[in-house]
């Protein structure tokens, strides 16, 4: 079997083809845009370190001694034991 990897620059009726021009790739730029860093900076430096109705909150519930309810308590500790159960399985 013989290959020829000549391309024929005529068309079929003989005349002279345009050559194509190839796309030239998109290559990746290598530089960065710097332009939407300083509005995120801008909002961390705006942002509070922790938000102190959540902590309040936190702090109410650890001081309440119901807290979880034993209801809660038994059915977070069925949800355990069934997925400790399907585990072994």
Do not use: C, H, W
Not at 73 to 84: C, D, N, P, V
């Amino acid at each position: 079997m013989e290959i020829n990897t000549n391309l024929s620059t005529t068309s079929v009726d003989g005349s002279i083809a345009a050559k194509r021009s190839s796309p030239t790739p998109n290559m990746p730029s290598d530089r960065v845009s710097l332009t939407n860093s300083s509005a995120l900076d801008q909002a961390l430096q705006n942002t509070p370190a922790s938000r102190p109705e959540v902590v309040a909150r936190a702090q109410s519930l650890i001081a309440d001694p119901n807290y979880p309810s034993g209801e809660s308590l038994s059915a977070l500790s069925r949800q355990f034991a069934s997925a400790l159960l399907s585990d072994n399985q």
